[in-house]
């Protein structure tokens, strides 16, 4: 059966610190498969997603170990060469990961940081699609990220994470790749802000490493017409995912019927600023605007930028690096539907 796959990058740092990759290969258990990716950068069963868990971190280690070994094996300050290799440790990624087998209908997902994947779940009963999420955000915000991280540094809980804004030691997520400061000790990481101009030290790391590139795998079995949405947290940041599920889903119902909605301007009537020091407009139904019938990833984006709010569209991709940062993030969507969305269900 064929299937289809729409992909957009927004950006906003310059240049983008988002990455996409799609690709289909040989899967884990032998069977053609959809391999789909979004990674977001800054500054049995059992048996497959240990599998999946393995690869994750073993190029995070790779990543760590060869920094690691440049180091010790060069004696001259500020070299080149082991600032080439320490380069990937020094900076991080968050990746979330769908791997889809077409015969099985299997749908795997795996995710290190605050990526997200959401299924458009379709129901004959209703006629509807609802919203379910693949993934959960690994954040100060996720329980199950502060009761781990208590585990393995215990009576630090107060020192390392905020309650208030979600951040570990000042970074927003809890686990992904390189990122050194959240996993070398403190005196390694000095040695390196003297010697190979890296960052200073996170000023509470006590018992590194805090972080880990180890990604949680979900496994379900998907229907031809549902669809599944993977996006970096830009896109997360201003909509929801019952939201995102509908916006789909609308542009489904416009993209089958070859025509749009019918799109009148609104005006925001403003907005309020988040514990980060965002604007925290929402991106809501009543919005949206449905009229990029040649891509859904690119009418996710663009309602999340403002929808039938032209002003506040246009204002958010006037406004450049290194302003915008303070705005809006690089955003990058992917919707995969299992099917041709013009085949009957």
């Given at each position: ?26 899967g884990?258990?032998?069977?053609k ?5 979004v ?13 999946i868990?393995?690869a ?7 990543i ?8 010790e ?12 290799v ?21 749908l ?11 299924l458009?779940l ?21 329980e ?20 208030e804004?979600?951040r570990?030691m000042?970074?927003a ?5 390189g ?13 390196l ?36 949405i993977l ?7 201003v ?8 916006c789909v ?45 040649d ?27 290194p302003?915008?940062r303070?705005?809006?993030?690089d ?14 269900k």
């Open positions: 059966m064929r299937g289809r796959l729409d992909v957009t990058r927004v950006a906003s740092n310059n240049p983008v610190e988002d990455e996409w990759s799609i690709g289909i290969g040989q884990i258990n032998g069977e498969t959809l391999f789909a990716g990674f977001d950068g800054h500054a049995s069963g059992e048996a497959i997603d240990m599998a868990k393995t994750f971190t073993s190029l995070d280690e790779r760590m170990t060869n920094a690691r070994k440049a180091v094996a060069e004696n001259e300050p500020g070299s080149a060469e082991v600032n080439s320490l380069a990937p440790a020094f900076a991080g990624s968050c990746a979330l990961l769908t791997m889809y087998e077409p015969k099985t209908s299997t795997r997902t795996a995710v290190a940081g605050d990526s997200r994947a959401v458009g379709w129901s004959s009963d209703t006629g509807t699609f609802t919203a379910h999420a693949l993934s959960k955000d690994q954040t100060g915000f996720n199950e990220e502060v009761k781990r991280l208590n585990a393995e540094h215990p009576g630090e809980g107060g020192d390392i994470l905020s309650s804004t979600g570990l000042g970074i997520v809890t686990r992904g790749f990122d050194h400061r959240w996993k070398w000790t403190n005196d390694f990481i000095n040695f802000q003297s010697n190979f101009y890296g960052s200073a030290a996170r000023p509470k790391s006590k018992t590194p490493p805090y972080m880990t590139a180890a990604p949680e795998v979900t496994t379900r079995t998907v229907q031809p017409s549902d669809f599944v996006a970096s947290d830009g896109l997360w940041d909509m929801s995912n019952d939201d995102a599920v509908t889903s609308r542009w489904l119902e416009a993209y089958r019927n070859g025509k749009a909605e019918e799109v009148e301007d609104a005006k925001i009537t403003g907005y309020t600023v988040d514990n980060d020091g965002y604007p925290s407009y929402k991106a809501t139904p009543e919005y949206f605007a449905i009229e990029d019938l891509n859904a990833a690119v009418c996710l984006v663009k309602n999340a930028l403002g929808g039938r709010r032209r002003g506040l569209f246009r204002g958010l991709l006037t406004i450049s690096t302003v915008s303070d705005i809006r993030d955003i990058t969507v992917q919707v995969i539907f299992f099917k041709d969305p013009l085949m009957k």
